[in-house]
């Protein structure tokens, strides 16, 4: 098979994969804000409930560092593509079966331990996923063109909001409010059982690219991370905070704030919620081929600098009232996140070197995530009922913004795009591009 189409083929798993999987978490985020609270905790006071299903929520990132470390093992050790199909697989049995749990009122705290059991089940998943469809497609794409062709895993995420969104736009508009939380927010969830196809896809029509046989001895690919690379964890973990928190606070949490306190339409901010994930799509890999010119650093400090400025308007937009201020302040706001999201695989790729790779890379990014993401809904929730203020949210968000700003600012320089730049693939001479 030709280098071109073992790289097309795997920009296509690559995407098909991570939106699919991205779809069964963000399917997950959106029952959260529009069913859970109703159909597995139910409380008589709304804030209570709000807090315990975002909790749930949460505990999928609390775990996602554990599947990035085995999973991680598995793909330095075994190889990239294992590793993915596994998780795939994974994922998608996960999320069909939370389609099928029956609610509180049937099984009683049953239905709630079980959603938190399956909610764990995702986020092993997904820890072991991020990591092998980035390295699928960086490993095999050329130098000069790395961070175009990593932003393809990316896409995954607003192609798998616009998905998640449409499908409960769709249904929401077309059932009654029973038929919804009777059965209709069931139907999301039962359609990630497409993620069982891409795998098995991936397991029979896609080639790793150049496997290295010397990853299967010496150290374990954790024990020679944490010894060789223990400063390149945290700085991928502080910069990948900006964009899980910023991310969980304009796809989740504002949907809770808008159709809650604000009182706003459920269309009315799904649609914007669409449109926003559309932009982001469209900037993102643009923003990566940029980073290709110009270099990672300074694309993804202008996005993560353009967002902490952005913080205190979009607040004001959504709280307006207007459904047009509304999905302006969400699509630049997500604009600025893709500016941080699409150069994000080839920057954190280039920190470490190929026999601990999928681990590091996963690793660094899914602490970030628990760190930015899990929380974010939570801290947002929080902050609001505690100062009915919503710019200690906005607060909030700049300090994040700031942090990963500080962390890619010190993150090891590569040389600049159109360099001698050395070929990342997993073999001994590119053993270490952090040195």
């Known amino acids: 098979m030709s280098s071109d189409s073992t790289l097309r083929r795997s920009v296509l798993v690559s995407l098909a994969g991570s939106a699919i999987e991205w779809y069964d978490f963000f399917v997950y985020a959106s029952a959260t804000a529009l069913v859970f609270t109703k159909l597995f905790f139910p409380a008589s006071d709304p804030f209570a409930a709000t807090l315990l299903a975002f909790s749930t929520f949460a505990v999928g990132f609390v775990v996602r560092p554990i599947g990035a470390a085995v999973f991680g093992h598995f793909g330095d050790r075994v190889g990239r593509k294992p590793a993915l199909v596994t998780a795939m697989l994974t994922m998608g049995v996960a999320t069909t079966a939370v389609g099928l749990l029956p609610p509180y009122a049937s099984i009683g705290a049953a239905a709630p331990i079980l959603l938190v059991v399956l909610r764990l089940v995702q986020g092993l998943a997904l820890g072991g996923q991020w990591g092998g469809a980035v390295l699928l497609v960086t490993e095999a794409a050329p130098a000069s063109r ?11 995420v607003p192609i798998a909001l616009i998905l998640s969104n449409v499908v409960f736009l769709v249904a929401s508009a077309t059932l009654s409010e029973d038929a919804f939380l009777t059965w209709g927010w069931r139907v999301p969830f039962l359609l990630s059982i497409l993620l069982v196809g891409v795998a098995l896809y991936a397991q029979s029509r896609v080639e790793e690219q150049a496997p290295d046989r010397s990853r299967r001895g010496g150290r374990a690919p954790l024990v020679e991370l944490l010894r060789r690379y223990p400063r390149q964890i945290l700085l991928a973990a502080g910069a990948t905070m900006v964009g899980g928190t910023s991310y969980y606070l304009l796809a989740v949490y504002l949907v809770s704030y808008a159709t809650g306190p604000l009182h706003q339409s459920r269309g009315t901010v799904l649609i914007g919620v669409l449109v926003s994930a559309v932009v982001c799509a469209l900037v993102m890999p643009a923003a990566a081929a940029w980073s290709d010119v110009v270099g990672r650093r300074r694309v993804f400090l202008l996005g993560a600098g353009l967002l902490a400025a952005w913080a205190f308007p979009l607040f004001r937009l959504v709280e307006s009232g207007s459904p047009v201020l509304i999905g302006l302040g969400l699509v630049v706001g997500q604009a600025f996140f893709a500016m941080t999201y699409g150069p994000a695989p080839a ?16 690793l660094g990014y899914q602490i970030g995530s628990v760190l930015g993401g899990a929380f974010a809904p939570i801290i947002a929730t929080t902050l609001l009922a505690g100062t009915n203020w919503s710019g200690s949210i906005a607060l909030y968000l700049i300090a994040v913004c700031a942090l990963s700003f500080v962390a890619v600012w010190f993150a090891p320089r590569r040389p600049e795009p159109g360099a001698a730049a050395r070929v990342l693939v997993a073999s001994p001479s590119a053993e270490d591009l952090s040195r």
């Open 146 to 156: 790395r961070g175009f062709y990593g932003s393809f895993a990316q896409l995954g």
């Open 347 to 362: 920057l954190f790729a280039e920190l470490f070197g190929a026999r601990v790779r999928y681990t590091g890379i996963s």
